[in-house]
């Protein structure tokens, strides 16, 4: 029997009216699929749980909507080329859903929800030989235009040499990543924004 988080229908009310129904179909789907699936809220989105293991989750963001299977994704057959295994940033595993139509049909959808509920039941797989050590990486270093910039903002500075390793390199890989001057500047100048109000590089989603 699906057990159902009273925080889903909250946050599916607070969604943005094009949200709600995608958000009410994916939940039925997924109930459809794994009829004991337990409801909860993790990271601020809708998670669904099977026999103790996280199944998928569903979010609604200002423009669109995500599903996704979780770390399942790579593992299943997907014989309709439906996944976007790669697709980090937008969260879930349909690239970005904007209405019920964008999706595939519930058939395709229910078919790789069962295929990820097998997994969770079948346990983790055994490794096929010992891991091997990855080789250390380099530390990031934080890029001089970035340095600069932080010394011009005292409370941005703060914040950013507060904040733990893995917050100070999400915004130094997003600046660095940059492939023109332009974009890396505007990024720089979002980034002290950001950091003025003490947000992390990736609080949309949070």
């Not at 601020?44 to 399942?72: D, E, R, Y």
């Amino acid at each position: 029997m699906a057990v159902t988080d009273p925080r889903v229908d909250a946050y599916i009310d607070k969604s943005a009216a094009f949200a709600q129904p995608i958000l009410t179909h994916l939940r039925q789907l997924v109930h459809k699929a794994c009829p004991d699936a337990v409801e909860t809220i993790k990271w601020g989105m809708p998670f669904f749980q099977h026999n103790g293991g996280l199944l998928c989750h569903i979010a609604a963001f200002k423009q669109h909507c995500v599903l996704g299977l979780w770390k399942h994704a790579p593992l299943l057959k997907d014989p309709e080329g439906v996944l976007k295994v790669k697709d980090k940033d937008g969260m879930g595993h349909f690239d970005r859903i904007t209405s019920v139509k964008d999706l595939p049909p519930a058939r395709v959808i229910t078919g790789l929800l069962k295929e990820a509920i097998a997994l969770i039941d079948a346990g983790p797989a055994a490794p096929a030989s010992p891991a091997k050590k990855a080789a250390p990486k380099p530390p990031l270093t934080t890029p001089p235009e970035l340095t600069a910039a932080l010394k011009k903002n005292a409370k941005a500075q703060r914040t950013f040499e507060g904040f733990p390793p893995s917050h100070r390199k999400e915004y130094i890989q997003w600046i660095t990543e940059a492939k023109t001057d332009a974009t890396r500047e505007k990024r720089i100048a979002t980034t002290i924004g950001w950091l003025e109000e003490g947000k992390s590089r990736n609080w949309k989603y949070k």
